[in-house]
């Protein structure tokens, strides 16, 4: 079963730590991310760390643990750099304020709230663990207030709606400090037919009407710039169709 939680050190004096799971008190099979066995491994790493990178991939899970963390990192001496990979919600989205620098991906989210809990117990019971609830929003509104540039009203407003962040949303309000994207026309290609036009394309003016077989232009004819271009466009137009044709 794969390790949701790892922390990686790599030789350049930085350390990566993927938080892909539940944050809960316990770690099952590996599954969830808790507190202890991340302090742990921070103590660990050893003077030489100045940068530690956080991925997070996560629901959330219990807000004591998710505190802890966020502590955590925060008290460290490295330079914390946290990236939301995927989803950052609930108190996942609390240990992504540790970082010195938040970076979120153009395709992922953030989600903030209140504290929930499921109650039982008599009516004097249930109004008790309500207001014990406002307390420990209280918690994670304290970090998100120490990196967000709103005031404590609209940071009520949107936890009380239970509110998905966009990464450009995120931003404007301060919640993170960049965007991450990615360009994938960048990356290795076999298509072939774009590597095809691609090459024709930037062909010079006037070579990109002939094709393997094709009798030569004859110079006498007086082609102009005109004819070339015509060519160079029949040439396209003809490997357009071949690859619709075995497409």
Not at 49 to 54: G, R, S
Not at 173 to 184: K, N, Q, R
Not at 234 to 239: E, G, N, S
Request: contains cysteine; proline residues 3%; charged residues 25%.
């Amino acid at each position: 079963m794969k390790n949701y939680f790892s922390l990686a050190k790599s030789g350049d004096g930085k350390a990566y730590i993927d938080i892909y799971g539940d944050i809960r008190s316990f770690s099952y099979s590996g599954t969830n991310v808790s507190v202890a066995n991340l302090s742990k491994q921070l103590e660990e790493l050893g003077d030489d760390v100045h940068e530690i990178h956080v991925n997070i991939n996560s629901y959330g899970g219990e807000v004591a643990e998710g505190l802890a963390i966020y502590n955590a990192l925060r008290r460290h001496k490295a330079r914390i750099v946290t990236h939301v990979d995927g989803f950052a919600c609930s108190i996942a989205s609390v240990v992504a304020m540790a970082g010195d620098e938040r970076i979120m991906s153009d395709a992922s989210l953030m989600m903030i709230h209140n504290a929930w809990s499921v109650g039982s117990g008599n009516a004097s019971d249930l109004r008790k663990q309500a207001d014990d609830l406002d307390i420990i929003t209280e918690a994670s509104k304290a970090a998100y207030l120490s990196r967000a540039s709103i005031d404590i009203d609209e940071l009520t407003e949107l936890m009380d709606a239970e509110t998905w962040l966009t990464p450009s949303r995120a931003l404007a309000l301060g919640f993170i400090t960049g965007i991450e994207s990615y360009d994938l026309r960048t990356e290795p290609s076999q298509h072939a037919r774009g590597t095809v036009f691609s090459a024709l394309s930037k062909m010079p003016e006037g070579q990109g009407g002939e094709l393997p077989g094709d009798d030569p232009p004859d110079s006498a004819d007086g082609d102009g710039p005109g004819e070339q271009d015509d060519a160079k466009d029949d040439t396209l137009q003809m490997m357009e169709r071949f690859f619709m044709a075995i497409s």
